[in-house]
């Protein structure tokens, strides 16, 4: 309430309502003035209320529908993309660090030669040293047998051991190991 | 031009829990919101259908002309379904519904160049007894006219208190503001469209009464 007892402008809204207390209801019962704004106030909400929206065709609501769902798929159809292209985020993010980082690194050096720890072999000779070969003693004395050879082909050797018979092979063999033998002591 | 005094419709239950919430939404809206969040583009029509009357009358009070009104209409029914995902359900569909249709409208009128009032194409009444019709759809014009010359604040206010029949409460969370402001602009627009419409349209509503 104001000072002279009036309903206050915050109040009044909730008397229209109906949500006057019983002092504020007292007061509009004997206020000329306040119950003039009430009245006013009340003729303002009744005016307001009486202007209705022109009502649109009955065909309009179905129009107005198919509008809003042609520019939602028209619009949808443009944004497509977009969202598939976001969701591939985490490979196009891999992707260009990928490229970022193959751009930018300088390449890699040539590796350098480690030293190694392994203690170097000495040179190894497949052939033991000439006085302790044995071996070659054996290629002498069949050197020696090849010039007894000198002239006879190879072919008629060959020919000449296929000639021989059981006895003369077996002395033959006999013959070469008692060589070899004799040699070798 | 951004309107001074516009509404972001997104904040309004754009919380981060995934889910739904339980408080103040309709259990069709939500199986309808559940389903358009899940990609179901059908979904969204069912809300469209539900709410399209409401959202086309509410944009009509602000342009006061079909074409506008349909334009605004499907404007905010496309804003709606970009945003849908984050709506979380804290109110209900229609308040962030109309939060989103009052912020369009808002910004759409600032928009239009000064000098370009809206007009009103409602058409006179040609019918048997177009006399008394002649006269009712001038009084509504007047009426209409009027509330098209209050303050962004106040004509919201009215148009969502005494239009669309929300509660204080509901008005005071599209707008932003608390439900003593909200009873302030209603009583300032009152007001207004006293002094507006005094020996006119008061005096018929007076008789319509």
Known sequence: MTMQGHVTDERWIDVIDGAATAHESAHLASCLECGKTLSELRLGIAAARSAEVPEPSPLYWQALRRNV??????EGVERSWLPRLLGWRPALAGLAALALIVALYPGRAP????????????????????????????????????????????????????????AETEALVHELRSGLAGRRS | MIVEWALDPLVLGAASEPSLRATGLREDDRAAVEACQNGEREAFGRLVERYQRDV???????????????????????????????????????????????????????ARRPGAEPLDDALPDAGPGAGAGVETRERERLVREAVARLPDKQRTTVILKIYQELTHEEVAGIVGSSVGTVKANLFHALNNLRKQLAGGALDGASRAR
């Not at chain 2, 804003?79 to 912020?103: D, M, P, Q």
């Open chain 1, 111 to 166: 590796r350098e030669a480690r030293p190694t720890t392994l203690a170097t072999l000495p040179a190894w000779d497949a052939l033991p040293p000439t006085a302790e070969d044995q071996g070659l003693a054996v290629l002498q004395g069949l050197g020696a047998a090849e010039e007894d050879l000198v002239g006879v082909a190879s072919s008629s050797v060959i020919g000449l051991v296929d000639e021989l018979s059981e």
């Open chain 1, 69 to 74: 769902d042609e520019r939602i798929v028209g």
């Open chain 2, 56 to 110: 086309y009358r509410l944009c009509y009070r602000y342009v006061n002309n079909h074409h506008d009104a349909n334009d605004m209409a499907q404007e905010v029914f496309l804003k709606a379904y970009r945003a849908i995902g984050k709506f979380r359900g804290e109110s209900a569909f229609s308040t962030w519904l109309y939060r989103i249709a009052v912020n369009t409208c808002l910004n759409f009128r600032a």
